[in-house]
Nanobody, 127 residues
Framework: QVQLVESGGGLVQAGGSLRLSCTTSGRTFNAYALAWFRQAPEKEREFVAG????????YYSDAVEGRFTVSRDNAKNTVYLQMNSLKPEDTAVYYC????????????????????WGQGTQVTVSS
């Protein structure tokens, strides 16, 4: 497992933007496929966005497609989530997750696909 630390959360008005970051001190960062999940109060944790080890493939939930962008800088051991056109329903704790498992026929997007998690960062979008 790898230790992940998220940052960049905060309070923003609807229509605004935030960029989340997730870093690790490990030396094998590019061995991990990464993802962002979020959990709103009294709701299940849900997948938001994922990115491959090389960063060449990214994928999103329908709820954020076209508004959020996931990227990674393997030289800096950091994955980002750029969130634009934020809505009140985007309010949640956002978590970074990592996995070394390779999925041949699908992309990892379920909670159980990931073995390492950060502590989360709060994002609050006011209307």
């Amino acid at each position: 497992q790898v230790q992940l630390v998220e940052s960049g959360g905060g309070l923003v008005q609807a229509g605004g933007s935030l960029r989340l970051s997730c870093t690790t001190s490990g030396r094998t960062f590019n061995a991990y496929a990464l993802a962002w999940f979020r959990q709103a109060p009294e709701k299940e944790r849900e997948f938001v966005a994922g990115i491959s080890r090389s960063g060449t493939r990214s994928y999103y939930s329908d709820a954020v497609e076209g508004r959020f962008t996931v990227s990674r800088d393997n030289a800096k051991n950091t994955v980002y989530l750029q969130m634009n056109s934020l809505k009140p329903e985007d309010t949640a704790v956002y978590y970074c997750a990592a996995t070394t498992t390779t999925y041949r026929y699908r992309v990892p997007a379920a909670r159980t696909d990931f073995g390492s998690w950060g502590q989360g960062t709060q994002v609050t979008v006011s209307s």
